[in-house]
């Protein structure tokens, strides 16, 4: 593993990648680090990606991650919840990242519009701005449309309206309409 003290996330979140690369799996960053990539900086001390796997394997992968030498604890989603699973990734220094299975309303071609981002040794698929914005939006605490609304601000022209909006349908008409309050006449 990558990491040499606490405060590494990203780093263990390489190695989280690596083996889903290994093995064939689409991924895209969320959270924090792709806020970053939106404009959107805070501080976060753990690392997430959004993994495209039906929620019935996460088991299998579990085991994959513990045989490579991480401490794994997976929680599953009942029916109202909006993430069917969580896989929390931990190293002996307490760094972590959270995989997210079965995100309700994420499409499949969302990771067709992911952004390569240099990160250290490698390149990282981040989320891209569109879903970036509608998965806060659907998210909806007070921290997820500020993220949104300063997302918005940064991409200035650079935003694809319509996909923004087929994005923000997705997940619901209550997420689409409250995306389009956010935006405003703006767009």
Do not use: C, W
């Amino acid at each position: 593993m990558r990491t040499r003290q606490a405060g590494e996330s990203a780093l263990l979140l390489l190695d989280a990648i690596d083996l889903l690369q290994q093995s064939g799996i689409a991924y895209a960053v969320v959270g924090a680090m792709a806020a970053a990539v939106h404009g959107v900086v805070r501080a976060s001390m753990d690392a997430d990606a959004v993994v495209l796997l039906p929620v019935q394997r996460v088991a299998e992968l579990e085991r994959q991650y513990r045989a490579s030498g991480f401490a794994t604890v997976m929680r599953r989603g009942d029916a109202e919840d909006p993430i069917g699973a969580v896989l929390a990734l931990h190293d002996a220094f307490g760094n972590r990242v959270d995989l997210l299975f079965g995100l309700k309303g994420l499409g499949a071609d969302a990771f067709g519009r992911t952004i390569t981002v240099p990160f250290q040794d490698r390149d990282l698929l981040v989320i891209g701005r569109e879903d970036f914005v509608a998965m806060k939006v659907f998210a909806g605490g007070p921290l997820d449309l500020l993220d949104a609304e300063r997302a918005l601000a940064a991409a200035g022209g650079d935003l694809d309206p319509e996909l923004l909006r087929r994005v923000a349908a997705g997940y619901g008409p209550g997420v689409l309409s409250q995306l389009e309050a956010l935006i405003g006449p703006r767009r």
